[in-house]
Structure formats: C-alpha cells, structure tokens
Nanobody, 127 residues
Framework: QVQLVESGGGLVQSGGSLRVSCAAS?????????IAWFRQAPGKEREGISCINTSDESTYYADSVKGRATMSGDNGKNTVYLQMNSLETEDTAVYYC???????????????????WGPGTQVTVSS
C-alpha cells in the first residue's frame, strides 16, 4: 500500500522560501509513478501545482507557480521535494502530496488522476 507523508510546512514571510517534502513508501518498483503536489487554500478548490514522473524525472508546473517552484526527487530516500521561492500570501494553503501508477503527469494536474494522498502540511505566508 502506497503511503505518503508530507513535512516541512510552516510560517514564512512574504518573499521568502520554503521546501516541503513528501516521503513515499509502498511503491511497486515494477511501475512508474506520477507524483504531484496539490494545495488547498481556505474556501478554495484543491489546485494541482506540480508533478514529476518517476520514469524520467520530467516535471510539470501550473502557471500559478511556474518560475517560483521546483519539484525534485531523491530516489535513494524515496522522497520528493517542492521548493517554493518568492512566496506570496496567496500561497498560503495546505500542501498535499499525491501519487498514482500509470499515465505520466498531465497539465492541468487533476486530483482525480491520483489515488494515493498524504495528510497534508500547512504553509502559511505572512505579509
């Protein structure tokens, strides 16, 4: 069973940077996976913001974070990271890691394409 656990959230000032991590376990090594980051701000729908294919480590980003976000993976640690720079108060949200085996990442990044989810980590950007 795939399990995902996010960490690294917290409080950061506007203009600052933060890196959130997603530790994954239970992946079947015979399959390639797409792993994504979503976020959900209060009163808003969940938004897919980045995705990485384990097959070739290609990455995809939503326009809302493109140029400010970098997603990467460490196969040895079974962990993926999302580095966010130039944070804005609008980036305040619960950040979720999601994964699924099968088709590669697509844009837009849709939550219906992912079967496995972590519990989320809160990121708060203060002005």
């Amino acid at each position: 069973q795939v399990q995902l656990v996010e960490s690294g959230g917290g409080l950061v000032q506007s203009g600052g940077s933060l890196r959130v991590s997603c530790a994954a376990s239970g992946f079947n090594t015979n399959f390639a996976y797409a792993i994504a980051w979503f976020r959900q701000a209060p009163g808003k729908e969940r938004e897919g913001i980045s995705c990485i294919n384990t097959s070739d480590e290609s990455t995809y980003y939503a326009d809302s974070v493109k140029g400010r976000a970098t997603m990467s993976g460490d196969n040895g640690k079974n962990t993926v990271y999302l580095q966010m720079n130039s944070l804005e108060t609008e980036d305040t949200a619960v950040y979720y890691c999601a994964a699924d085996a099968g088709p590669d990442c697509t844009v837009p990044i849709l939550e219906g394409d992912f079967a496995f989810w972590g519990p989320g980590t809160q990121v708060t950007v203060s002005s």
